[in-house]
T-cell receptor
Framework: GNSVTQMEGPVTLSEEAFLTINCTYTATGYPSLFWYVQYPGEGLQLLLKATKADDKGSNKGFEATYRKETTSFHLEKGSVQVSDSAVYFC?????????????FGRGTSLIVHP | NAGVTQTPKFRVLKTGQSMTLLCAQDMNHEYMYWYRQDPGMGLRLIHY???????AKGEVPDGYNVSRLKKQNFLLGLESAAPSQTSVYFC???????????FGQGTRLTVV
């Protein structure tokens, strides 16, 4: 079956530091890959996505590249801000059993200090 | 554009009580999902639906029932609430292609 593994948190950084959150996946087909962000007290919202190998998704300074050869989709940001403090979920969508059911990682909490 | 709306936002139940959580989406999505989120466990799929009148079990379906009588609504029922069902519940919807899921704001349920 499909699965997503992401690094455990919390990840604690100082403002303007470089961020990497690792994500690897297992899928039976050729999935689309996503990063979602969850701010405190809110639901998940899409941060970025990539639908095929070597695609780079980007949004709000975050980016991730779909690496089929390493089955990875690592999230990066060059300079984090306090407002980036949130929980980040890696996910995939693949037609498993005839339906596109999203599979999520366990989430990585990011804490950014001033 | 409301997107995905969940009601209620908060609820406290006594053990053994029943309740229904309502999810409504206005994006004409075929797929709808119910997840629960617990500390350290990420999101776990309870039940899902791939279209009006259909439902299917997810990863943790025990103790829950669902119905999808109208395409825009997906109801999650707890027939006899237990403290282990204390959690934050999220509804989501998506279209029939592998695009992103859209989430509601969540329902925080406490069973005492």
């Amino acid at each position: 079956g499909n699965s997503v593994t992401q690094m455990e948190g919390p990840v604690t950084l100082s403002e303007e530091a470089f961020l990497t959150i690792n994500c690897t996946y297992t899928a039976t087909g050729y999935p689309s890959l996503f990063w979602y962000v969850q701010y405190p007290g809110e639901g998940l919202q899409l941060l970025l996505k990539a639908t095929k190998a070597d695609d780079k998704g980007s949004n709000k300074g975050f980016e991730a590249t779909y690496r089929k050869e390493t089955t990875s989709f690592h999230l990066e940001k060059g300079s984090v801000q306090v407002s980036d403090s949130a929980v980040y979920f890696c996910a995939l969508s693949d037609k498993s059993g005839g339906s596109y059911i999203p599979t999520f990682g366990r989430g990585t909490s990011l804490i950014v200090h001033p | 554009n409301a997107g995905v709306t969940q009601t209620p936002k908060f609820r406290v139940l006594k053990t053994g009580q029943s309740m229904t959580l309502l999810c409504a989406q206005d994006m004409n999505h075929e797929y709808m999902y119910w997840y629960r989120q617990d500390p350290g466990m990420g999101l776990r799929l309870i039940h899902y639906s791939v279209g009006e009148g259909t439902t299917a079990k997810g990863e943790v379906p025990d103790g829950y029932n669902v119905s999808r009588l109208k395409k825009q609504n997906f109801l999650l029922g707890l027939e006899s609430a237990a403290p282990s069902q204390t959690s934050v519940y999220f509804c989501a919807s998506s279209s029939t292609v592998p695009t992103e899921a859209f989430f509601g704001q969540g329902t925080r349920l406490t069973v005492v």
